[in-house]
């Protein structure tokens, strides 16, 4: 996460019908920090996760003195400010916390 962004990280769940077996896993990392993750092995067939990101974090964080010189020759698109909203105003998401990784023991 050197130059932030966002990533999703997905992984098989179960048994590949040989020796393998994939512990699922996945994650929602931006800018170095988890902001959500699924459980590992879990006895589930699908387990979704979900976070929101805050795209502008993203830019800021880039936007260190390292690697300024690119982000300032970028193109700058317009913002465009408007006085409504499309959600209404007890279902506006607010960006996703930072959580701690998980890590199971050998034990696990």
Known sequence: ARCGGAYLYANQ???DGA???YDGCAMIINNG???AQATQFSIHEVE???AVVDLSEIRAYRHIPSFGVQSDAAKKFP???VDFWLSMNDNRLKPA???PITYLRFEQ
């Open 33 to 35: 920090q988890c902001l």
């Open 97 to 99: 916390q930072p959580i």
């Open 79 to 81: 913002i465009v400010k």
């Open 13 to 15: 769940q179960g048994c």
């Open 19 to 21: 020796r393998l077996y």
């Open 48 to 50: 979704v996760i979900s």
